[in-house]
Each structure stands twice: as structure tokens, then as C-alpha cells.
């Protein structure tokens, strides 16, 4: 069945500190792949997306992802983590027919 | 710029009352969608639109219909609501092939 999976349902990480979230797709081709994140009583936000090319891709707010085709992996990280970037983040793929499914979802907290 | 709203943002029901979620957005996209979430679920395609008069089940649309009479509004209607549709609803907008833009979403609670 087609599915997207984050592992990590919650993590913890220290200001300062480097992160990777992780997310791993289940599809036939490859998909459309995207990061959102979410703030406490908010709509979903766009990190960034791939759909193609270089598969280190740049996002907002110093984030960046790696596509590996090999593993299926699309894991977000950081190198430098700030108490603002706490929040939900999701990773979603679409397969082009603008059918676009989500992960669970991961929780960042950041301690000081 | 206004985005996509929704309204309201809270709503409590009693089981088997009815209501429509609005859900509009200016950016002229043709591509609209209606998900919930729930706790440790993400987020679940109830229905979507491909234009103004065209619309399709996502993964979980029992419970739920939908209309699209112009490119800027999307509602979503609830007939007979039930506890299991306790949840926050978000629509969002998109272009072709493109990322989606959220509302801030709708809190309902069915009791």
C-alpha cells in the first residue's frame, strides 16, 4: 500500500544542536516530496519540496532535505537548531495527480 | 494578502446536527482540499477539486460532501454529524503541481 512513514512520533533536541527528522515513502515512482511544518494552532507552512534535479534541496528557515532514491528517504535536517523551531513537522508526497498524503507527523521540542 | 480562510474556527455540535465548513481562497488556484487531523494521524484527504465543478473523494470521505461552484470557495458539508468527526479541519489551495497554502483551520467537537 501506498504510505508515507516518520518514524519518530516526538524528539527532543538541545538549542545549538544539529537535527534530522526522518521519512521514508512507499511508492511505486517517485514521488513529489515536500516538508510542512506547524505551529501550535496554525495551518501547515512549506519547508520545501523536491520534484526533481539536485536532491539536496534548500528550504526556509536554514532547512534543508536529501532525497535518496535508494532508500526511499526524504529526511529533513537542520545543523543548528533555535527555540523557534519548535512545532509539528510533516512530510507529504504527491504523485502529480495533486492527491497529496501526509505522515503522522513528528514533534520537535527544544530545550534551552 | 488573505490566502485561504476558513470559518468558523471553533465549533461545538450535538450528534446529528448539521453544518458546513467554509473555505475560501484569492489566489485563483485551481486545486482545493478539504483534510482532517487527528492526534498521531497527520493528516487524512477527506475531499479535493480540480476546478469549479469537479470534485473527488480523498482517503476518508464517509460522513462528509463537498461542493465547488467557483474557483475561490470550497465548503464542506457535515449531514449528520457523529463523534468520530470530532476534529480540526484545514483546507488548502493549490496550483498545478504545486505546494499547498493552508487555512488556520477549524476546531469542531461533536457531542
Known amino acids: 500500500a501506498q504510505s508515507v512513514t516518520q518514524p519518530d512520533i516526538h524528539i527532543t533536541v538541545s538549542e545549538g544542536a544539529s537535527l534530522e527528522l526522518r521519512c521514508n515513502y512507499s511508492y511505486g515512482a517517485t514521488p513529489y516530496l515536500f516538508w510542512y511544518v506547524q505551529s501550535p494552532g496554525q495551518g501547515l507552512q512549506l519547508l520545501l519540496k523536491y520534484f526533481s534535479g539536485d536532491t539536496l534541496v534548500q528550504g526556509i528557515k536554514g532547512f534543508e532535505a536529501e532525497f535518496k532514491r535508494s532508500q526511499s528517504s526524504f529526511n529533513l535536517r537542520k545543523p543548528s537548531v533555535h527555540w523557534s523551531d519548535a512545532a509539528e513537522y510533516f512530510c507529504a508526497v504527491s504523485l502529480g495527480n495533486n492527491d497529496m498524503r501526509f505522515g503522522a507527523g513528528t514533534r520537535l521540542t527544544v530545550k534551552p | 494578502n488573505a490566502g485561504v480562510t476558513q470559518t468558523p474556527k471553533f465549533r461545538i455540535l450535538k450528534i446529528g446536527q448539521s453544518m458546513t465548513l467554509q473555505c475560501t481562497q484569492d489566489?485563483?488556484?485551481?486545486?482545493m482540499y478539504w483534510y482532517r487531523q487527528d492526534p498521531g494521524m497527520g493528516l487524512k484527504l477527506i475531499y479535493y477539486?480540480?476546478?469549479?465543478?469537479?470534485?473527488d473523494k480523498g482517503e476518508v470521505p464517509n460522513g462528509y460532501n463537498v461542493s465547488r461552484s467557483t474557483t475561490e470557495d470550497f465548503p464542506l458539508r457535515l449531514e449528520l454529524a457523529a463523534p468520530s468527526q470530532t476534529s480540526v479541519y484545514f483546507c488548502?489551495?493549490?496550483?498545478?503541481?504545486?505546494?499547498?497554502?493552508f487555512g488556520n483551520g477549524t476546531r469542531l467537537t461533536v457531542t
Open positions: 489566489m485563483n488556484h485551481n486545486y
Open positions: 477539486s480540480v476546478g469549479a465543478g469537479i470534485t
Open positions: 488548502a489551495s493549490s496550483g498545478e503541481l504545486a505546494p499547498l497554502h
